[in-house]
């Protein structure tokens, strides 16, 4: 099989006998396209790709789609939760893919929205904390599914002091302010120390968290980081944005982010 870009340059091809399928490479990540269907074993050789159904050359378009939003605070594993939804069918679920600043720009989102939609998937949507002051509206306007980690706070905080830059206080000493983009998409806090201001942080997150949960419980449920290391737990995930039972695949994801909670790492995951 030979395995090329189409021409819209959304997604891998695969070419057998003059008929053009849709394939996906294993746990290969591009922010600038989509990601499509369960991937096989293999190391960036053909091998790498899983043929799973004939195309017409170009796109295919889904007549229904359906937003899934990820959020929970910085630091939360949603990393990990990117690989959990990269290896499902027919979903196109980024990560960070667009920066929101934490005071809504309701015309930003909207444009943002409009570039989930016009993803080649049924499931469509972005990852990233800042989305937490946009929930409302998105399940409001466009019956958003989302789902939102929790990660222990003690863990969470101590992958934050771990970090170069401060990202909760209002004031950050000098070298560790995040750029202006960064430094806008998450709420700040007048605080004595750094640790303090993560606190303050991850407290006011789970408060806006759990009024969105009880506001909208068919929506926006809370799930803990943890849970993204067992299956059933993988599956009542995905039956909740809207993966068919026979369509759910198991994934393994990097325990960095969610079992060891990144307590080895300065700076992976998020």
Sequence with gaps: ??????????????????????????????????????????EFGLSDFEVIGPMDGTMIDYPEKFLVFGVGSARCGSKSL??????????????????????????????????????????????????????????????????????????????????????????????????????????????????EAAEKYWDHYYDLAADLARRFPDNFRIFPTLCLNYEDDQRMICEFIGVPPEDFHPVNVDPRYTRYSCSLFSSGGQ
């Excluded at 003059?18 to 591009?30: F, I, P, S, T, W």
């Excluded at 409001?140 to 222990?152: I, S």
Aim: proline share 6%.
């Design 1 to 42: 099989m030979n395995v090329r870009w189409n021409r819209k340059g959304r997604k891998p091809e695969g070419v057998v006998d003059g008929l053009v399928y849709e394939v996906k490479r294993k746990r290969v990540y591009d922010f600038h396209t989509t990601i499509w269907l369960r991937g096989v074993e293999g």
């Design 82 to 195: 990117r690989l959990l939804f990269e290896g499902q069918a027919h979903t196109a679920i980024s990560h960070e893919a667009v920066i929101l600043p934490w005071n809504p720009n309701w015309k930003k989102m909207d444009r943002g929205v409009l570039n989930f939609t016009d993803r080649s998937a049924r499931l469509v949507g972005d990852i990233a904390p800042w989305y937490l002051p946009y929930c409302g509206r998105l399940i409001a306007g466009w019956n958003a599914k989302v789902v939102c980690l929790k990660r222990d706070k003690k863990k969470t905080i101590d992958s934050f002091l771990r970090q170069p830059l401060d990202h909760c206080s209002i004031d950050p000493a000098e070298g560790e302010r995040p750029g202006e983009e960064l430094y806008n998409s998450l709420p700040k806090f007048t605080a004595d120390n750094r640790k």
